[in-house]
């Protein structure tokens, strides 16, 4: 069971809290978490692009001119794609691009890119995460105080409509919660900030 410190809002050390290896020291599978990662993105397409072919353009089918002693190119039909309001070849069609993964699978990559995360020293625990005020330069000073490097992820188990104010002019700074995380989230972010109570959360939802 690793033992990590825990930090206030001002990156002050004020405790520490025991983290279980069940949760926070599985091995790591580059395989399952790019499987996942890219299921995930697949998901996120919407599939509605389209466009039409030759053959279904409006217009017809007559030669615009005839085959030969014009000097012009040979054509067959103003419906070409090679003419202004033809058909576009190979046309985009709706179509879904959903992959389905099943929840050990996610469970597990979830759990391998958190260890992942920690034992690279990526990985922050914090007493809370709120502010007083949705300001934004109390998100920065938060940045600021932890001297980041990268992109930030902060973990959290409430919905907090002074948070999504707070954070939501800083690019480098993203919120989700529990029930929301993914694994996606969790690469596509150089560094990940726990909240103690959403440690919690993880081991109630993600434990066996």
Do not use: C
């Not at 419906?79 to 033809?86: E, I, L, R, S, V």
């Not at 625990?125 to 490097?149: C, G, L, R």
């Amino acid at each position: 069971m690793a033992k990590v410190k825990v930090y206030n809002m001002q990156a002050k050390e004020v405790g520490q809290v025991n983290l279980p290896d069940e949760l926070f020291a599985v091995e790591y599978n580059e395989p399952l978490i790019h499987e996942v990662v890219v299921a995930y993105n697949a998901n996120q397409r919407q599939g509605t692009k389209s466009a039409l072919t030759r053959s279904e353009v409006r217009g017809h089918a007559k030669k615009p001119w005839r085959q030969k002693g014009t000097g012009r190119a040979r054509q067959g039909s103003t419906k070409g794609p090679q003419w202004t309001g033809g058909g576009v070849v190979f046309a985009p069609k709706p179509r879904d691009f959903s992959k389905k993964v099943n929840k050990q699978k996610k469970r597990y990559a979830l759990l391998s890119a958190l260890s992942t995360k920690l034992a690279q020293n990526e990985v922050v625990v914090v007493d809370k995460f709120a502010f007083e005020n949705p300001k934004t330069k109390e998100a920065k000073a938060f940045v600021d105080a932890f001297k980041f490097n990268g992109s930030v992820l902060v973990v959290n188990d409430v919905n907090d409509a002074n948070i999504k104010r707070a954070t939501a002019n800083l690019p480098v700074l993203s919120i989700e919660e529990v029930d929301n995380l993914n694994v996606y989230e969790v690469v596509a972010n150089k560094n990940i900030v726990l909240t103690q109570s959403a440690i919690k959360s993880i081991e109630e939802a993600y434990a066996e």
